[in-house]
């Protein structure tokens, strides 16, 4: 492992110079990888691994639109495509890449395919941490591991064919071969990885559950929407408003911060941008601390959970969810967005 100074603390991590994809192959020749889901990140993990060389089997609902979508991808029926529980069978090494709360509701069959010595991988560790709730109990003669994509299956699938591998935690919660770790670090590089760091199934799914809750996903779409209604109650137009709001943070100044991080940015901005964002950015970090201590806590207690669980376990989940979907899609704000996103010369 190397070590790099993060922030002056002074981590380990792996990249691919360290753990070689010809070493991961070495590692994982005698495998067979199963990956159970085709939602979210299973198409971008096994395709990554379908494309470095690794063998791969879906299992995945007989017939649905995921079966559909793996078929499309070039997985063929009865060969590398399969039922859960045929696919789940053939596995070495079986990959949870269900929904969470489809983990919860297949693992009696998942439990029940699993052979001594095989690897039960997860890329969150939602099921494990919260077992409580969930069930998700890994027998003792199986090694329990994670590799988590800091990233949605679209960028992980991305980032794997511009080259640039996505970054990655690692954790090892149960080793019973005495080879889980490397099993893991193959597996992560196998997978397109920029580099893996190490953390815990418990740290994984706390910082991850109050990250898509907070700043990647519900406060950034939330601070979004207040900002824009804002300036429209003020009467800028819907055009002024997106692109003060979005278009310049996502076609812009986003691109700055990961270049070279928030100085960069603000160092390559108005003197007036800058004065301003320095003197807020306080103001907008204090004011948000109540929410994100009590998001943690929630998260922590499991009760973030049991809103998941109940709500995703619904026979009529995707319904609803499109419901709320929708309403954003419809929203004025971002139809305003698409309008503003159909006039990039790209979309022209």
């Known amino acids: ?10 981590e380990e991590v792996i990249t691919s110079e360290e753990f070689s994809l010809e070493k991961a192959k070495e590692v994982l020749k005698d495998e067979t990888i199963v990956i159970l ?14 494309d470095n060389g690794f063998k791969v089997i879906i299992g995945q609902l007989e017939g649905d639109h995921y079966w ?12 590398t495509l399969f039922p859960l529980k045929e696919a789940a069978k053939q596995g070495t090494i079986i990959k949870e ?3 969470d709360a489809g983990q919860v509701a297949t693992w009696p069959l998942v439990k029940e395919c699993l052979n001594q010595g ?21 027998p003792d003669n199986v090694d329990v591991i994670m590799v988590a994509p800091k990233g949605s299956g679209t960028n992980v699938r991305r980032n794997f064919l511009d080259g640039s591998g996505i970054n990655s935690s690692f954790a090892i919660y149960q080793d019973y071969t005495g080879r889980a770790t490397e099993r ?12 893996l760091f190490p953390t815990t199934f418990e740290k994984e799914v706390h910082s991850d559950l109050t990250g898509e809750r907070g700043v990647l996903m519900g406060c950034l779409a939330g601070v979004m929407e207040a900002q824009y209604n804002l300036l429209r109650k003020h009467g800028h137009s819907p055009s002024e408003a997106f692109n003060e709001t979005v278009e310049e943070l996502t076609q812009s100044l986003i691109r700055l911060v990961a270049e070279n991080g928030m100085d960069w940015m603000f160092s390559n901005c108005s003197t007036t941008a800058q ?36 709500a995703n376990s619904a026979p009529d989940y995707l319904e609803k969810l499109q419901k709320e979907l929708d309403v954003i899609k419809n929203s004025e704000m971002w139809r305003a967005g698409a309008a503003v996103r159909s006039l990039r010369p790209e979309n022209r």
């Open 1 to 10: 492992m190397a070590k790099i100074n993060f922030g002056g603390t002074e």
């Open 37 to 50: 889901g085709y939602g979210v990140q299973g198409p971008a993990q096994a395709l990554n691994l379908k």
């Open 68 to 79: 559909n979508k793996a078929v499309a991808d070039g997985f063929v029926p009865g060969e």
């Open 97 to 99: 890449l269900l929904s």
């Open 118 to 138: 095989d690897a039960l991988y997860f890329s969150h560790g939602f099921s494990i941490v919260y077992k409580e709730q969930t069930g998700v109990i890994p």
């Open 184 to 195: 893991t670090l193959a597996l992560g590089i196998a997978i397109g990885s920029g580099y």
């Open 275 to 310: 004065r301003g964002a320095l003197d807020w950015a306080p103001r907008f970090r204090d004011a948000v601390v109540p929410l994100f201590d009590e998001l943690y806590e929630r998260v922590v207690s499991g009760v973030e959970t049991k809103r998941v669980i109940e």
